[in-house]
């Protein structure tokens, strides 16, 4: 079984998260490696339905995101977690549920997030439209030892995914030599052979 793991990204709105995380996707399985995406935009309204941006909510819904994260990991699948998960103590419990875990902060300055603003949040929020919005309301507690930091107003999303491909790689989660063709073992091979065989193709 593959080795797995959770790649928690965490970063402002707007910083990249889950562009990045669908590029990592796409690499992964071409890795041939089983993937599912964990993100907030999706999770909200299944896994997470009710709950909403206070911290006391924030931190049930990174708790449930977790332990699904630690289910999935455990059996092998490359998890991509995909919240802003503001609070260092959320995402340190998380890390010691998930044990296999990645950090990647995806850092960008706000006035750059602002100005993308690909929510159209950041326009409602001065505005006391919503509560409790990280970086601007409610505060961003920013990682202070992730294993990936990848600054999204400076590098392409390339450029990130490839640093967190390099980091898995050299932390062992994916093998050094590409994606692996599938070998079979002697008894495979026979099993193979005596279907073919059977079907009358050899
Ligand atoms: N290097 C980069 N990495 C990631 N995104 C980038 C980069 N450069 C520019 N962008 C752009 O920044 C925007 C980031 O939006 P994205 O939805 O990925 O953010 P997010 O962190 O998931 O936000 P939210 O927390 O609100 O879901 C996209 O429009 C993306 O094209
Ligand atoms: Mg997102």
């Not at 599912?36 to 924030?58: H, M, P, W, Y």
């Not at 959320?90 to 750059?112: H, L």
Request: with cysteine.
């Amino acid at each position: 079984m593959n080795k797995g793991f959770t790649v928690w990204f965490t970063g402002l709105s707007g910083a990249g998260k889950t562009t990045l995380a669908h590029l990592l996707d796409k690499k992964l399985k071409e890795w041939g490696r089983n993937v599912e995406i964990l993100d907030s935009d999706t999770v909200r309204i299944n896994l997470c339905q009710g709950l909403g941006f206070s911290k006391q909510d924030a931190d049930i819904s990174i708790q449930r995101i977790a332990f699904i994260c630690k289910l999935l990991t455990r059996n092998g699948v490359a998890v991509i977690s995909v919240t802003t998960s503001p609070y260092r103590e959320a995402r340190d419990k998380a890390r010691r549920e998930i044990g296999s875990f990645v950090e990647v902060y995806a850092k960008c300055p706000p006035e750059v997030c602002v100005e993308r603003d690909i929510t159209g949040l950041y326009q409602k929020a001065p505005k006391g439209d919503i509560g409790d919005f990280a970086g601007v309301s409610d505060p961003y507690e920013e990682p202070l030892n992730a294993e990936v930091v990848v600054e999204t107003d400076k590098e392409t999303v390339e450029e990130s995914v490839n640093k967190i491909f390099q980091k898995l790689t050299e932390l062992g989660y994916l093998s050094q030599t590409g994606p692996a063709e599938h070998v079979y073992s002697p008894e495979e091979e026979d099993k193979i052979k005596e279907r073919l065989s059977r079907l009358g193709y050899i």
